[in-house]
């Protein structure tokens, strides 16, 4: 292959696997330094490669850390270091008989590690000082014999004999070096893009099922909807495309893991930003939503423009904005509501569709009584407590809900207590 066709090949990569070219070629001199020490290096040494992509040529060099006295171990914390590994390494090997002999297993031999079989380019502290090593080390004074202006900690190198024949095993070091940087690489990318994407919405497909785990292709990477973040009852197939929240995006040793939800109350927010114009130019903004995913939703309101109905945005003309949201949530309910920074009004409206007369509050413990008339009291409650268990989230206040002739009294926003006062009422009226 020539040289063009070489670049072009590694353009190609780079496009296909969202990388820059530059990080590539660093890809490819370091698997070049790879083969070159597998086939003609020696133990300790540290290559590095330089391809010039101009000429295709490449060189190779040493690269010696320069030292002085106070930076290298003495004999005696060589001695004392080397004692205690092999103490503990004897410790470890009877320890593992003990247990193998324990179970009736075969012991497995115990491998030593070199003290030299690792090696690092960070050059070397007073408070972390290392073994002296002619092939990765140079004291200062022979490193002021090449260069007068070397300082303890920096880089020298040494040119080596460009080689161009290599083994079968140098070749595959080569390409495990490659396959295993660009894989970094890639996910070093998608992590950085994914990353500032968190709490927005995308669009994908969904992918394969794994468990109760929904894999979704989103683009450069397929993110993972866990149980926890479904919608209940929702059901999902292969191929299909649906709406997902980026929850949140970490590092892992088997890649960039992208989280995504259906069921997080930012996903409507987001929703309603796509349909509501007057959410994306100011005019109106979500103050607050409390969510049951894919049964429930409330979401207040507030209009920063006069003669713009806050309510009114968000349901759209005919209802087509609601709709929409409602149609791609599978059905959940949404209640929008006005915001208020008065309390009374706040709460009151929270408990829509219900009519309240009154609103009582104890401000000290952010606790309040509704006061609805006695037809309005299962309204109020909702099936199993929903609509003012939502109600006291949306707000965040404790709501009690009480009939105005004080004879029937609905209890605090907690599913168990009002599911309770629920079944009673019904009770009540089946007799």
Request: charged share 35%; glycine share 6%; net charge negative.
């Amino acid at each position: 292959m020539d040289l063009k066709s070489f670049s072009q090949a590694i353009q190609q990569i780079a496009d296909e696997k969202g990388i820059s070219k530059e990080r590539i070629w660093e890809t490819i001199e370091m698997a070049l330094a790879a083969a070159y020490k597998r086939d003609y290096g020696k133990r300790g040494q540290m290559i590095r490669a330089r391809l010039d992509p101009q000429t295709g040529k490449v060189k190779m060099s040493q690269i010696k850390i320069v030292v002085d006295e106070t930076m290298i171990k003495s004999e005696e914390e060589i001695q004392a270091e080397e004692t205690a590994r092999a103490t503990a390494e004897a410790e470890e090997t009877a320890r593992h008989f003990a247990e193998s002999e324990a179970d009736g297993l075969p012991v497995a031999p115990q491998r030593r590690r070199d003290a030299d079989e690792e090696f690092s380019s960070e050059a070397p502290t007073q408070e972390k000082r290392v073994r002296f090593n002619p092939e990765k080390h140079i004291m200062i004074e022979e490193a002021r014999a090449t260069n007068a202006q070397v300082k303890p900690g920096d880089e020298l190198s040494f040119d080596l004999d460009y080689q161009d024949e290599y083994g079968r095993i140098a070749a595959q070091t080569a390409k495990q070096v490659i396959i295993q940087r660009i894989r970094e690489a890639e996910r070093e990318a998608v992590y950085g893009e994914y990353k500032g994407k968190e709490g927005e919405l995308v669009s994908g497909l969904v992918q394969r099922i794994e468990g109760r785990n929904i894999f979704v292709d989103i683009g450069r990477t397929a993110g993972v909807l866990p149980m926890e973040e479904q919608i209940a009852h929702e059901r999902y197939h292969v191929g299909e495309r649906i709406k997902v929240l980026i929850l949140f995006v970490e590092r892992s040793s088997k890649g960039s893991g992208v989280f995504l939800s259906r069921s997080h109350p930012r996903l409507l927010k987001k929703l309603f930003e796509m349909e509501v114009p007057e959410i994306a130019t100011g005019a109106v903004e979500i103050k607050a939503i409390a969510r049951e995913a894919g049964s429930r939703s409330k979401i207040a309101v507030v209009s920063h423009e006069s003669g713009v109905d806050p309510v009114g945005s968000l349901v759209g003309q005919k209802g087509v904005s609601l709709s929409t949201v409602i149609h791609e949530q599978g059905g959940e309910k949404i209640d929008v509501i006005e915001w208020s920074d008065n309390p009374e009004e706040f709460i009151g409206n929270a408990l829509s569709p219900a009519k309240v007369v009154g609103v009582e509050l104890n401000e000290s413990r952010k606790e309040a009584v509704a006061k609805v008339p006695e037809d309005q009291l299962s309204l109020a409650i909702g099936r199993a407590g929903q609509n003012v268990r939502l109600a006291a989230k949306l707000s965040g206040w404790k709501i009690d809900v009480r009939s105005d002739k004080k004879a029937e009294v609905a209890p605090e926003a907690s599913e168990e207590e009002t599911s309770s006062s629920v079944e009673e009422k019904e009770a009540e009226k089946s007799e």
